[in-house]
Nanobody, 123 residues
Framework: QVQLVESGGGLVQAGGSLRLSCAAS????????MGWFRQAPGKEREFVAA????????YYADSVKGRFTISRDNAKSTVYLQMNSMKPEDTAVYYC????????????????WGQGTQVTVSS
């Protein structure tokens, strides 16, 4: 059974940085696209970033483009989200998700989800 476990969340001041990690276990990581999504209080969950299994293609929401970077280490079955120049509006629970095939910004395209990690950005 696939398990995704996020880590690295916490409290950071505006302008600061955090790096989230998502470790996958249960089967091979290769061949599966990974995505990061987030859900702020009172809002629907939204797409943040996604990466192809090879790491060669990455996709970002406009709101994080130029500030966030998604990457992966297939040898460690881990995907990362480096978040720089953070803003209070980045405050949310961040989830990683996995799907076989191409990356997608559509939540329902993903088959497995982690439990989420809280990120809070203070002003």
């Amino acid at each position: 059974q696939v398990q995704l476990v996020e880590s690295g969340g916490g409290l950071v001041q505006a302008g600061g940085s955090l790096r989230l990690s998502c470790a996958a276990s249960g089967r091979t990581f290769v061949g599966y696209a990974m995505g990061w999504f987030r859900q702020a209080p009172g809002k629907e969950r939204e797409f943040v970033a996604a990466i192809r299994w090879s790491g060669g293609d990455t996709y970002y929401a406009d709101s994080v483009k130029g500030r966030f970077t998604i990457s992966r280490d297939n040898a460690k079955s881990t995907v990362y989200l480096q978040m720089n120049s953070m803003k209070p509006e980045d405050t949310a629970v961040y989830y990683c998700a996995e799907r076989r095939g191409d990356p997608s910004s559509w939540q329902r395209a993903y088959d497995y989800w982690g439990q989420g990690t809280q990120v809070t950005v203070s002003s």
